[in-house]
């Protein structure tokens, strides 16, 4: 009597079809308007007070790439400018949920009715929803020329933002 072991082995394949679409999805979040106001000084001879810096908004972004395609940017305008006035803004690094090739932020820039870049680098990532996930914005005002200056009042201000290649 002889013993031993019989292996055998069977193999099989399945053809899986997949489609990951070319994504470019951003918002601002939470939605809504900010209200930023200089204060008049109580003592003659001393400048305006420059508005409190708001930091309630994050941008969050859905990005996937063509294989080898451009990264993506956002990039920030205003509908208008205001003599003796710089609107400015900066994103933060991104934070919070998330993941894959977030971008990188610019810095403060002023705002112009130009599109200027704030965020470069958005590859194929996600950022997750809503405050606290995103880059996080801090939108300012600070006079510059000062003699430009004219009093106003409820002077809406729209600021654009874009996300493109």
Do not use: C
């Not at 965020?119 to 194929?124: E, H, N």
């Amino acid at each position: 009597m002889i013993s031993g072991s019989i292996y055998s082995q069977t193999s099989a394949s399945t053809t899986v079809s997949l489609t990951l679409p070319v994504v470019t999805l951003m918002d601002i979040e939470p939605t809504g308007s900010i209200t930023l106001n200089f204060t008049a000084p109580t003592e003659a001879g001393n400048a305006l007070g420059a508005p409190t810096p708001n930091t309630s908004k994050w941008v969050n972004y859905t990005s996937a790439i063509t294989s080898g395609g451009l990264t993506r940017r956002i990039t920030a305008s205003v509908n208008k400018v205001i003599a003796g006035v710089n609107i400015r803004i900066q994103a933060a690094a991104a934070s919070g949920a998330g993941g894959g090739t977030r971008g990188t932020s610019s810095g403060q820039v002023i705002l112009t009715t130009t599109p200027t870049t704030i965020i470069s680098g958005i590859g194929g990532a996600y950022t997750g929803n809503g405050a606290n996930n995103g880059h996080a914005l801090t939108i300012s005002l600070a006079t510059n020329t000062y003699a430009n200056l004219q009093a106003q009042a409820n002077t809406a201000i729209v600021i654009t933002y874009t996300i493109t290649e």
